[in-house]
């Protein structure tokens, strides 16, 4: 098996993000991997559709605060369960998950394998644009392990 020293997880709140983090937990154990555990807050609500498309409106900075707020209290319920003996650090991120996730932060970090679950909450989402699973296994670099529970 391939060892891996820096492990970037995908997490959105989800029944398989916290299965990928199980997963991934298990992995930086077994390896001694740092984890780098993430939740990308999209600055962007899709509100339905109009017109051509579909009409998009840029949260105000009083939304994306509190988006960041919950991200960041997600982020300590899931570093909680954890095992104490693996590293790892904890990062709300701004922007589109699809590409955070496949070629920002394994970039960045220098992450060998990006674990994420194989649906997230946002069903929209995934119905309109495809899932962000889907995307990061056809454009990311690194090895990928999609968690379905």
Do not use: C, W
């Not at 498309?53 to 369960?81: C, F, H, I, P, W």
């Not at 909450?121 to 119905?127: A, I, R, T």
Request: aromatic content about 4%.
């Amino acid at each position: 098996m391939k060892h891996y020293k820096t492990i970037l997880v995908g997490l959105d709140g989800s029944t398989n993000s916290l299965s990928a983090l199980e997963k991934a937990g298990e992995l930086a154990r077994l390896m001694d991997a740092k984890l780098v555990l993430v939740t990308v807050v999209k600055p962007e609500l899709q509100v339905g559709f109009g017109g051509p498309g579909l009409e998009v409106n840029t949260l105000s900075a009083k939304q994306l605060e509190v988006k960041q707020e919950q991200a960041q209290k997600m982020l300590a319920k899931y570093q909680a369960k954890l095992p104490e003996q693996v590293k790892h650090q904890a990062l709300v991120v701004f922007g589109d998950p699809k590409v955070v996730l496949s070629e920002t932060l394994p970039k960045k970090y220098q992450a060998e394998l990006v674990i994420i679950g194989a649906t997230g909450l946002n069903k929209l989402d995934h119905f309109i644009l495809g899932s962000t699973a889907a995307y990061v296994v056809r454009n990311t670099k690194v090895d990928t392990l999609v968690v379905n529970e």
